[in-house]
C-alpha cells in the first residue's frame, strides 16, 4: 500500500535530511502553472549528487524557462529503498515529492563505465519500465499503475493508459559511447547541456501542446543537433550504427556551450556533501593532447571565462551561500592564465572571512608561490598532482607535457610554502610502458622526498594512487589494451619497489574494475542485456566499493549468461598491445591477428568534432614519442575540432597580479555575546546537530554578523549551542550563544539572523549578556520536554483497564512516590554504572490523553552536560518498570532549557 512519503522521512533512516528538497535555493514552480515538468535524476546518492555543479546549473537553467519546471531525484540509499519497495511507494522527486512516473520527461547523468545499474535501479524503484521497447509496448491494462487510496495524494494516478516519461542520458559517458545503454532510453543529449536541454524542452511543449505521439515526438527531437535517438539506429554486422530510417541524420552532432558562472549559485544543502563547497567554473575544455584523456578530446576547444565575471560570481556567491571553501572548476585550472590574478583578488577581497579556495585540477609545473599564497593559510587545503608517468620517455609518449625539472620544481615549492604531504596521481599500463617505467614511478618519488628534505622539517609524504589505464573512445589510444595479468605483475612490482620507501601511503585500482570498465566503456549494443542482468544481480555501484568480490561476479555472471564471455576474456587477454606490434600490422591487412584501425567502432557515428584521421595519426606520433603542443597556446594541431559547429579556442589573457594581501588572521575579539532562544519544527527536526551547526556558520556569513572567532590552526566561529538535540526531536527552546567582535544592536541583530534561518526555526527571544560570564552550555541545569507515549501491541483483555486516564496516573503516581529506580548505564568505555533515575526527575505529570494507547506526559529532569542528563528514554523505562507493560516513544519535543543563572532559569520562549 503507498504511503506517503513525509512517512517514510522519519529518524530511523540515515540522513533523512537529504531528501527533504527544502535546501537553500530550492525551486518549487507551482505543477498546474506548467507545461513540461523535468526531472534530473543523478544516480548516485544525494551527497554526490548536490555537489555535481552540472547537475545545479542545468536545474536552474530548466527553472529559468517560461512553461517549464524542473525538480530533482537522487538514487535513495538502501533503507529508504527497502521502505519503498516494502510500501509499494515509487521513488519520487524532492521537492515536489511526486513519483518520477508523473513527469514528462528524466534525464540521467551518466559519468562513468559502471553507473548504468543504479539508473536502472531508480527506474525500477519508480515503477518505469527499463527499455525504451518496453515502455513503448507495454499496453493500459498491462500497466503498473501505483494505487493510492487517498484522493489528495501526490501519488495517485488514474487507472486510464499511463504514457511513461521520455528517460533520457546526458554526461561524459554518455556523450563518448551510449551503445551499451541504447536499450534503456529514449534518447541521448551529447555534449554540453546549458542549450541543448532548454532546446529540447521547447520542442517537448510543441509536441504536447499538438498530442505527438511518443514516436513523432522523438522524430521531432531526432532533428535537434546533439539529440541521439538509438531506436533510429541499428547495429550492422560490420559492427557500425546506421540509421534504420531516412529523416534522421547519420551523424549526430555533440553540442558545445560557453561556461555560465552566474548558474554556479545554487542549492546549499542542510547536509554535508562531497564537495561542500561553492564551485565556480572558469575553463571548459582542454587542449593539452593527452592521449589517453577522454575529457581532454571530448570537451574542445578550449574556452575561458572573463575573469571579472569569475571574481563576481564567487564573490556574490560566497554571500548568497555562506560557504567557507569556493572551488575553481577546470579539466586544468592552471591552464587559465588569469587563475592567479582572480585567485588573489578574491583572496584579498574576503580576507578577514576565513575564506579558502580548493583547485581540483593543476598542473604541477605551473604550480608556483602564487599559486601556493592563494591556497594557503589558516584553512590550507590538499594538494594533487598527476605526474602520470615515472619516465620522461613515457610522458613523451603519453604527451603529458612534463619535465621532471617542472615537477620538482612545483612539488618543492609546495614543500617550501609549508605543505608536508602531497597526493600524487600514477598510471600504469600505458602503451610503451616497460618495467623500467613502472620502478621510474618509485624512483621519482624518491627523488623527490631527497630533493624536499631539510633539517628540522618533516619528511615530506605523498598519497599515491596508481590506477591502470582504460582506453577510452575518442582518444587515440582508444585502439590499445593491457591484459589484467599484466596489470597485477605490475601492481606487484610497484609494491616490492614500495616496501623500501617511508612517507608513503599508496592506493592501487583493483584490475577487475579497470577490466569491467574497458568491457562496458568500449562496448556496444549487445551490452545492455549484460547491464540489466548485472543489476537483477545485485550490481549496484555501491556494490563495487562494499563487496568487490560480490560485484565482480554478479557482472562476470551476467557477461556468461548473455554469450559475451569470450568478448570479456579478450579484454582480459589485452585485444590489442599497439607496442607490441609493427607499424605494419596496425595498417588494414588481412592477416594482421590484430583489428585494424579502418575497423568501424561502435561511436563512429557521433561527431565530436574530433578527426578519426588525426586520433590515427597522434597514435602514429605517440609510437614514436613525439609531442604535440598545446594548441591554445602554440600553433593548431589540425584535430578537426575548431570550426563553425563546435567554435575555436578562446583565451583570455591575464590581468595585472593583486598584490598579496596577506592570509586570513582571526579577530578574537569578543566585545559582545548574544544569547537567543529559538526552535525547532516541522522537518528540521530532521537535520542533525552536526549540520545544524554547519547551518548557523552559513546563516551568520549571509547575515555578514561580526563574528568572532577562535585561535589556533583551524579558527572557527565562536556560536555555542547550548546543548546538542536529538535527530527527530522537535524543540520551542533552545539555545545558542553567538559572540561578536563589535556590540550590535539587539533588534538588527535578530532581524538579519531571523532573514537567514529558515521559517521552521524561529527565533523567541534574544538577550545580551555578560562576554566574562559562562557559556550556556556550562549553565546548562534542565530541561523539559512533551513526550508522547504509547503501549506496544496491548493485550485486549487488559486493554480498557491498563489504558484508562486514571491508569496512566496511577504509574505517574508511583514514580513520583519512588525513591529510587535503578538504571543500568554503559558508557563509551564499557563500563557499567547504576545511576539512579528518580534523582535526576524533578517533575512528571501527564498533559493529556491522545488515544487509548497514548498519553502526552510532560517531564522536568535533569540536562547538565558533565551526563547529568535525564532523557526520553529514562522516562519511558520508569514507566515500563511500574506499569510492566512494554512502551514506545512516539514523539519527543523539548519545551525548554533552564540555566543555572537566576534571571534565566525560568525564561519562556515569546
Known sequence: MTVAVEALLTPDILKPARYLGNELGAIHKPWDAVTVRWVLTYPEIYEVGASNLGHMILYSILNAQPRQ?????????????????????????????RSLADFDILGFSLSYELGATNILEMLALAGIPLTWKARQQVKADEQQVWQNPDATSVHNRQAAPVTYPLIFAG??????????????????????????????????????????????????????PGVYVPQFYDMTPDGSVQPNRPDVPTRILRRVADPMPAYSIGLVPYVETVHDR??????????????????????????????????????????????????????????????PAVGMEIKNRLKDENISLSLPSQRVDRFDETIANILGGTRQGGLTFAPEAGTQRLRDIVNKGLTNEELLRGVKTAWEQGWDKVKLYFMIGLPGETDVDVVGIADTVRWLQQECNAKGRKRLHFNITISNFTPKPHTPFQWHSVATAEFARKQRLLREEFRHIRGLKVNFTDVRLSAMEDFVGRGDRRLSSVIQRAWELGAGMDAWWESLDRAYAAW?????????????????????????????????????????????????????????????????????????????????????????????????????LPSFAGHFVPNQQRAQRVRVWLGKHGEMALVSHLDLVRLFDRVVRRAALPITFTGGFHPGPRIIPASALPLGVTSAGEIVDFELTEVMDLAVFRSKLEAQLPAEIPIYHVEAVPVSSPAATQLLEKAEYLITVGIVQPDASAAIQSLTLSAWQAWVNTIQASDALWFQHTTKGGKTQ???LRDRLFDLR??????????????????????????????????????????????????????????????QPT
Not at 493529556?848 to 517531564?859: E, G, H, K
Open 834 to 836: 547504576d545511576i539512579n
Open 69 to 97: 519546471l524542473c525538480d530533482r531525484a537522487y538514487l535513495p540509499a538502501s533503507d529508504l529503498a527497502i521502505k519503498l519497495r516494502s510500501s509499494q511507494t515509487p521513488l519520487f522527486a524532492v521537492e515536489s515529492r
Open 171 to 224: 554526461g561524459q559517458t554518455a556523450t563518448s559511447n551510449p551503445e551499451p545503454y541504447a536499450d534503456f532510453f529514449d534518447f541521448i543529449a551529447l555534449g554540453d547541456g546549458e542549450e541543448l536541454l532548454p532546446e529540447i524542452g521547447l520542442v517537448l511543449e510543441e509536441g504536447k501542446v499538438a498530442g505527438l505521439s511518443r514516436e513523432a515526438l522523438l522524430l521531432d527531437l531526432a532533428q535537434v
Open 556 to 656: 562476470t555472471q551476467a557477461i556468461a549468461e548473455s554469450g559475451l564471455d569470450w568478448k570479456y576474456r579478450q579484454v582480459e587477454s589485452g585485444e590489442w598491445n599497439i607496442f607490441g606490434t609493427t607499424e605494419a600490422s596496425i595498417q588494414p591487412s588481412a592477416s594482421s591477428p590484430y583489428p585494424s584501425l579502418e575497423t568501424p567502432l561502435p561511436w563512429d557515428h557521433l561527431d565530436t568534432g574530433i578527426d578519426k584521421q588525426w586520433l590515427k595519426e597522434d597514435l602514429q606520433r605517440a609510437l614514436q614519442a613525439a609531442t604535440v603542443p598545446d594548441c591554445s597556446f602554440d600553433g593548431c594541431s589540425h584535430c578537426g575540432v575548431c570550426s563553425t559547429d563546435f567554435g575555436h579556442n578562446v583565451v583570455v589573457a591575464p590581468p595585472a
Open 846 to 907: 501527564i498533559e493529556a490523553l491522545v488515544s487509548d494507547t497514548s498519553i502526552v506526559l510532560r517531564y522536568l529532569g535533569s540536562h547538565r552536560n558533565d551526563g547529568t542528563l535525564l532523557r526520553p528514554d529514562h522516562v519511558l523505562y520508569m514507566l515500563e518498570q511500574v506499569s510492566q507493560q512494554e512502551l514506545q516513544l512516539l514523539q519527543i519535543h523539548r519545551e525548554r532549557l533552564l540555566l543555572a543563572t537566576p534571571e534565566h532559569s525560568e525564561l
Open 278 to 339: 561553492l564551485t565556480v567554473e572558469i575553463r571548459r575544455g582542454c587542449t593539452r593532447g593527452c592521449r589517453f584523456c577522454q575529457p581532454g578530446m571530448l570537451t574542445r576547444p578550449a574556452r575561458d571565462v572573463e575573469p571579472a565575471a569569475v571574481v563576481e560570481a564567487i564573490e556574490q556567491g560566497m554571500r548568497a551561500t555562506g560557504y567557507n571553501e569556493f572551488s575553481l572548476l577546470s579539466l586544468s585550472c592552471s591552464d587559465y592564465l588569469a587563475l
